[in-house]
């Protein structure tokens, strides 16, 4: 599955996103990767 996604998001749901991220030693990136991974497998269920 390589495909490229393209999103906005606002300065409070960016720092959430961060966050997380971080609290989870994942880079911003990486830790959308992994909700966009884990929101696919959601709905092939």
Do not use: C, P, W
Not at 3 to 8: E, Y
Not at 11 to 22: P, R
Request: glycine share 12%; hydrophobic share 35%; proline share 0%.
């Amino acid at each position: 599955m390589n495909k490229k996604i393209a999103f906005k998001i606002d300065e409070e749901h960016f720092e959430g996103i961060k966050e997380k991220g971080n609290e989870l030693g994942m880079t911003m990136g990486g830790y959308v990767r992994y909700l966009v991974l884990k929101s696919f497998e959601m709905q092939q269920n």
